[in-house]
């Protein structure tokens, strides 16, 4: 399953973690990465939401640290007059846009 190996390795996570979160043996995991056998439905479901959650814990992990260096512009007075899409988005992705927008609004900064 190439497709098994390439989320594994987008969600950046290694064959002993991800083995390890759907309680299977590293050698099992091995096999389905190669091709040898497939999971069963059970174990397909549990790779697919260990996958997602893992994707979606670096998404938001670089979308804090994209806010992080907006703020830090701000702070430092080299911001441009709206944000960019990547910050747009990334407030989307961690739930803080009405927040930042009203951090925004007092410092007179249209979204």
Do not use: H
């Not at 260096?69 to 990334?90: L, T, W």
Request: glycine share 6%; hydrophobic share 40%; aromatic share 6%.
């Amino acid at each position: 399953m190439e497709n098994l190996k390439e989320a594994r390795l987008k969600a950046g996570i290694t064959q002993m973690e991800l083995a390890r979160k759907i309680g299977v043996s590293l050698t099992t995991l091995c096999k389905w990465e190669n091709g040898v056998g497939k999971p069963s439905k059970e174990n397909a479901e549990k790779l697919a939401k260990a996958l997602k959650k893992e994707q979606n814990i670096e998404n938001i992990a670089f979308a804090l640290q994209e806010i992080e260096k907006f703020a830090e512009s701000i702070e430092r007075g080299e911001y441009e007059d709206k944000p960019s899409a990547v910050i747009y988005n990334a407030m989307q992705i961690t739930g803080y846009t009405e927040s930042i927008r009203e951090e925004l609004r007092l410092l007179k900064i249209n979204l």
